[in-house]
């Protein structure tokens, strides 16, 4: 069963700093890209940071600069250190892994981001 754990959205405060993780079980955690999105109020969804199996990071223009996406594949686990919070980030942000051999695609619960001003 696949399972992907997303942890540590809380309340912050404007330009405060944050960390999101992600745990993830029943893939082969390093055939996969793994990637944050994000989902505000009345919003799509939307990619903030992306890491391939190989390491390549892409970032939102939103989050560059600000926002840092990494992973050990030894715990299986990607995280988002997300630095500088302003008003417009608070939102649900959600994990999601891509196998690159399969194609197969999975999502986390999400994780809810809220920052005060």
């Known amino acids: 069963q696949v399972q992907l754990v997303e942890s540590g959205g809380v309340l912050v405060q404007a330009g405060g700093s944050l960390r999101l993780s992600c745990a993830a079980s029943?893939?082969?955690?390093?055939?996969?890209?793994m990637a944050w999105y994000r989902q505000g109020p009345g919003k799509e969804r939307e990619l903030v940071a992306g890491?391939?199996?190989?390491?390549?990071?892409n970032y939102a223009d939103s989050a560059k600069g600000r926002f840092t996406i990494s992973r050990d594949n030894a715990k299986n686990t990607v995280y988002l250190q997300m630095n500088s919070l302003k008003p417009e980030d608070p939102a649900v942000y959600y994990c999601?892994?891509?196998?690159?051999?399969?194609?197969?695609?999975?999502w986390g619960q999400g994780t809810q981001v809220t920052v005060s001003s």
């Open positions: 999601k892994s891509e196998d690159y051999f399969s194609g197969y695609v999975y």
């Open positions: 890491s391939s199996r190989f390491g390549t990071t």
């Open positions: 029943g893939i082969t955690f390093s055939r996969n890209r």
